[in-house]
C-alpha cells in the first residue's frame, strides 16, 4: 500500500520514503481512499471546455503555432501578458527546453498554459476537490482536424510530489541553469509563495521590466569548476527571437503574481486533502477529539497565506508592472460600493493596497471542505475586527480591515450569515 507522509505547515524533512508530519502522522496518498484521484470524473474549467475543443466546436486558429496557442489563451480567458519563460529544463518535454528555447508559461486564477516553441501544449486546472488536472497535447497543423487532448497523469510524480505537500498541486523552482538548460545548482526546495524571500527566486526564469530587485538568480546560467559556481548573464532574447512568442516579455508583475497563486494552490490543496483525510477518519492518530484543533490550526496557516502575513519585503523603489498586463489583471476586479478591489495593486511597498488574497475567488479556495472553510471565514472575521489586537496581524491598520472586510462581505459568496 503506498503511503504519503506529510509536514505540518510546509516544513519538511526527509525521512525513508516520504516525509514526516509533526509526530509522526500518517496521511493517505492521494490515489488512496478517501481521495482516490484517479478515480474521480475531473471538474476543473477547463476540462468542461475539453469536448469542444477537441470536436471543433471551439474553434482555434490553426494557421501555425504562435496563432494556435494566442487563440487557445484568448478561449481559456488568460492574458498572453501573463507569459513567463523558463529556460530550465522542466515539464514532461526537457528535452526541448534550453536557454535557447525557453518554455513559456501563461495562468489566470484556474488554468494554467504551458508552451515550448516545436513542443506540444501543457495544461493544468484546478479541480475544487481535487486539485491540479494535467493535460498534454499536439499543436494540430494548418487544415488538420482538432487535436486528442490526454490526461497526463504521469506529471503527478512531480506535481503531487513531497516537495509541494503531496497533493496534487503546481511546481515552480529556483535553479542556476547551464549552458544547456541543466540544473547545477537549486534553491528554495519545497517553498512556493510570495514569502519566498527574493534573493531565493527566478533561478532559471527570464524577468522583464523595472523592478529594482537587485539580488536574484534571474536571467543568469552558469558553470561549474574546480573554483566553484560561475554566473552567466544571459538577457532576454539574447540566446532566442522575443516574436518566437506571443509578447516579448516575462514581466516582473507576471513573475510575483505567478508566486502567489502557486503558493495559494498549493496550501489550499494539501490542506483540503489533508482535512478531508482526517474528516473521514482515515488518520488514526487524528482522532475525533483531536480533530478541532488540526483544522483550527490548518486554517490559521491559510488565513496567515490569505492575508499576506509574511510577504517578503519589496525593493526601496518598489517594482513596475506591464500596464497591458495592469489592465487585463484588472478586467474581473470584483469591487465593493467605495470602487475598491482585492486586486488593486499597490507595487511600491507591497504587491497589492488591500492584503487579502483575490485568489479567495478560486476554484481551489471554494473546495474546501466546509468544517475547514468555516474555520477560515471565523478566523478572518476576527483578524479583520476592528477590536482585534493580534500581534501575528499588528501590520494591517485599522482602515485597511475595515476596507477588506467591506469588499469581502459584498463580493464573496458563501460567507456565514451573520459575518
Given at each position: 500500500m503506498q503511503?504519503?507522509?506529510y ?8 525521512f ?7 509526530g509522526d ?9 478517501p ?6 470524473t ?18 482555434l ?7 494556435y ?8 480567458g ?6 513567463t ?11 526541448r ?8 508559461i ?5 488554468i494554467?498554459?504551458g508552451?515550448?516553441?516545436g513542443?506540444?501544449i501543457?495544461?493544468?486546472?484546478i ?10 497535447f499536439?499543436?494540430?497543423?494548418p487544415?488538420?482536424p ?7 497523469t504521469r ?7 513531497g516537495?509541494?505537500?503531496?497533493a496534487?498541486?503546481l ?6 541553469p ?8 537549486a534553491?528554495r526546495?519545497g ?18 521590466g ?11 546560467t ?6 566553484g ?16 512568442y506571443?509578447?516579448?516579455?516575462s514581466d ?16 489550499v490543496v ?19 477529539s483531536?480533530?478541532p484543533t488540526?483544522?483550527?490550526r ?14 517578503a ?6 517594482v ?7 489592465k487585463d ?6 469591487q ?11 507595487l511600491?511597498?507591497r ?10 475567488y ?11 472553510k468555516t474555520?477560515?471565514?471565523?478566523q ?5 475586527s476592528?477590536?482585534?489586537?493580534s500581534?501575528?496581524f ?26
Amino acid at each position: 500500500m503506498q503511503k504519503l507522509f506529510y509536514l505540518l505547515f510546509f516544513t519538511y524533512i526527509c525521512f525513508g520514503n516520504g516525509l514526516v508530519y509533526g509526530g509522526d502522522v500518517e496521511f493517505p496518498h492521494f490515489k488512496e481512499p478517501p481521495h482516490e484521484y484517479l478515480k474521480r470524473t475531473p471538474n476543473d474549467r477547463f476540462t468542461k471546455l475539453k469536448a469542444d475543443i477537441e470536436t471543433g466546436k471551439v474553434r482555434l486558429d490553426h494557421t501555425n503555432p504562435k496563432a494556435y496557442l494566442i487563440s487557445l489563451l484568448q478561449t481559456l480567458g488568460i492574458s498572453p501578458f501573463t507569459q513567463t519563460l523558463v529556460f530550465s529544463t522542466t515539464s514532461l518535454q526537457l528535452s526541448r527546453i534550453s536557454p535557447e528555447n525557453p518554455r513559456a508559461i501563461y495562468f489566470n486564477e484556474d488554468i494554467y498554459v504551458g508552451w515550448v516553441p516545436g513542443g506540444k501544449i501543457e495544461v493544468i486546472g484546478i479541480d475544487p476537490k481535487w486539485g491540479a488536472i494535467t493535460y498534454i497535447f499536439e499543436i494540430p497543423r494548418p487544415k488538420s482536424p482538432p487535436p486528442l487532448i490526454q490526461r497526463a497523469t504521469r506529471c503527478m510524480n512531480c506535481h503531487a510530489s513531497g516537495e509541494i505537500g503531496g497533493a496534487p498541486g503546481l511546481l515552480v523552482s529556483s535553479v542556476v541553469p547551464g549552458p544547456g538548460g541543466g540544473s547545477l545548482d537549486a534553491f528554495r526546495q519545497g517553498k512556493s509563495g510570495h514569502d519566498v524571500p527574493f534573493h531565493e527566486r527566478f533561478g532559471g526564469w527570464h524577468v522583464t521590466g523595472r523592478h529594482g530587485i537587485t539580488k536574484h538568480w534571474g536571467n543568469l546560467t552558469g558553470t561549474l569548476s574546480s573554483a566553484g559556481l560561475k554566473t552567466i548573464p544571459n538577457k532576454p532574447g539574447q540566446r532566442f527571437p522575443l516574436d518566437r512568442y506571443p509578447v516579448p516579455t516575462s514581466d516582473i508583475l507576471a513573475h510575483l503574481l505567478l508566486e502567489h497563486q502557486v503558493g495559494f494552490v498549493n496550501r489550499v490543496v494539501s490542506a483540503t486533502y489533508r482535512a478531508r483525510a482526517v474528516l473521514a477518519g482515515a488518520v488514526p492518530s487524528i482522532g475525533d477529539s483531536d480533530a478541532p484543533t488540526f483544522l483550527d490550526r490548518e486554517a490559521n496557516s491559510l488565513v496567515r497565506y490569505l492575508l499576506f502575513a509574511d510577504e517578503a519585503k519589496f525593493p526601496v523603489a518598489g517594482v513596475d508592472g506591464d500596464p497591458l498586463l495592469q489592465k487585463d489583471f484588472s478586467k474581473n476586479r470584483r469591487q465593493n460600493k467605495m470602487g475598491f478591489s482585492l486586486k488593486d495593486l499597490d507595487l511600491s511597498t507591497r504587491l497589492f493596497r488591500f492584503r487579502c488574497s483575490y485568489m479567495i475567488y478560486s476554484d481551489s479556495f471554494s473546495g474546501l471542505p466546509l468544517e475547514l472553510k468555516t474555520r477560515v471565514f471565523h478566523q478572518l472575521e476576527q483578524v479583520l475586527s476592528t477590536e482585534a489586537n493580534s500581534t501575528d496581524f499588528a501590520y494591517l491598520p485599522i482602515s485597511e480591515k475595515r476596507t477588506i472586510r467591506s469588499i469581502l462581505s459584498e463580493t464573496l459568496s458563501g460567507l456565514p450569515k451573520d459575518w
